[in-house]
Nanobody, 128 residues
Framework: QVQLVESGGGLVQAGGSLRLSCAAS????????MGWFRQAPGKEREFVAT????????YYADSVKGRFTLSRDNAKNTVYLQMNDLKPEDTAVYYC?????????????????????WGQGTQVTVSS
């Protein structure tokens, strides 16, 4: 069992930055692939970014590529999502998920159903 706790959300003006954290407890964190998803009001949850267990490779949604950076610190059992140049359309609740294996494809990374564990989410609001 893995417990995930997101933090770092808040209110920021367009063009600003935030860093989200997802702290994990429970089983060996380094053996989990991690993903960030977000859900805006009235919209479906959408993929944001992932980082794999093996090799730490990252993968981003086109909408955040070049602005968001995902990293992990296995010693601290934490993944970080650095979000720069934020836009109003980035406003959403951000969730991190974990799965106890590596991804079989880039497509699979983007599918929320793949993830076994989820955090409670953290609100990000970007004002124009």
């Amino acid at each position: 069992q893995v417990q995930l706790v997101e933090s770092g959300g808040g209110l920021v003006q367009a063009g600003g930055s935030l860093r989200l954290s997802c702290a994990a407890s429970g089983r060996t964190f380094s053996s989990y692939s991690m993903g960030w998803f977000r859900q805006a009001p009235g919209k479906e949850r959408e993929f944001v970014a992932t980082i794999s267990w093996i090799g730490g490779s990252t993968y981003y949604a086109d909408s955040v590529k070049g602005r968001f950076t995902l990293s992990r610190d296995n010693a601290k059992n934490t993944v970080y999502l650095q979000m720069n140049d934020l836009k109003p359309e980035d406003t959403a609740v951000y969730y991190c998920g974990a799965v106890d294996r590596d991804y079989s494809s880039d497509y699979e990374r983007t599918q929320g159903r793949v993830y076994e564990y989820w955090g409670q989410g953290t609100q990000v609001t970007v004002s124009s």
